[in-house]
C-alpha cells in the first residue's frame, strides 16, 4: 500500500480518536486506539522499505512498544497492574528510540551537548519533584521512567540537532504528553487531560517517524 494511503488512514483514525476522547465513545476508543501505532508503522515501513534494517528494525521496536503502551493503558482503571504494563511498554519504546538515536552522528558542539543535558535535566528533576509526594511505591519505577525519557529527548536533540526539526519537536511533544499522563495520575487531573495527553502523543510519534524516515532515505 502507498505511503499516501498509510497516512490518510492514520489522520483519520487519529481525529477518530480524539473525537472519542471529547464525546467519551468506549466502543469506538477501544478500537481507534490501538490502530494508531498499527497504522503509522504501515507508514514508516511503506516510506523506507528495506532501507537501513537496523535503524527500521528499532523504530518498529519502538512502535510495536507503543501499540502495547497504548493498549495496557486502556484497561487500567480496571487493573492497575495494567498501568505497570503499560509504563514498560513505553519504556522499552523510549529505548528503542535512544538507541535508534545513536545510530547518527553527534551534531552539536560539545558546549551545547551540556547546555541540551542542563536543560532536559531540570526539567525532569521540576517534575519529578512535582510529583514526588503522591508516587509512593511507584517512586522508584517512575524516576527510571524519567531517567529513560530524558535520555530520549538528549539524544534525539544532540543526533538531528539543525537536520531534523520534526524530531526535536517531536521528543519535546513526547516529554510533553508523559508529563501529563503523570501529573494527572499522581497530582490532580487536569481540564481535557485526555485530548492534551492524545494529541501531544499522537502527533509526537508522527514527527518521530517521519523526522527519521527522512533521515534513513536521505542517509
Known sequence: ??????????????????TTTISSIP?????????????L???FV?????????????????????????????????????????LGSFLLAHVAYVIGFNKFDNLVPKSAVYLIVILFATYSLTLANALWSGL?????????????????????FIKNWQI????????????ISDSLIAYTKFVEPLDMSRLLIMSTYITAQFLIIKGLSQRILTN
Open 1 to 18: 500500500m502507498k505511503s499516501n494511503y498509510w497516512l490518510t488512514l492514520f489522520i483519520i483514525d487519529a481525529v477518530l480518536h480524539l
Open 27 to 39: 466502543t469506538l476508543n477501544l478500537i481507534t486506539k490501538p490502530l494508531l501505532m498499527i497504522l
Open 41 to 43: 508503522g504501515g507508514y
Open 46 to 86: 511503506s516510506l523506507v522499505g528495506n532501507k537501513n534494517n537496523k535503524l527500521r528494525l528499532l523504530i518498529i521496536i519502538a512502535l510495536a512498544c507503543s501499540w502495547f503502551g497504548d493498549t495496557f493503558l486502556m484497561f487500567q482503571e480496571s487493573n492497575p497492574m495494567f498501568f505497570m504494563l503499560g
Open 136 to 156: 509512593g511505591e511507584m517512586k522508584i519505577p517512575v524516576l527510571v521512567y524519567a531517567l529513560v525519557i530524558t535520555l530520549m529527548g538528549i539524544f534525539g
Open 164 to 175: 531534523n526539526k520534526l524530531i526535536l519537536i517531536g521528543v519535546v511533544l513526547f516529554i
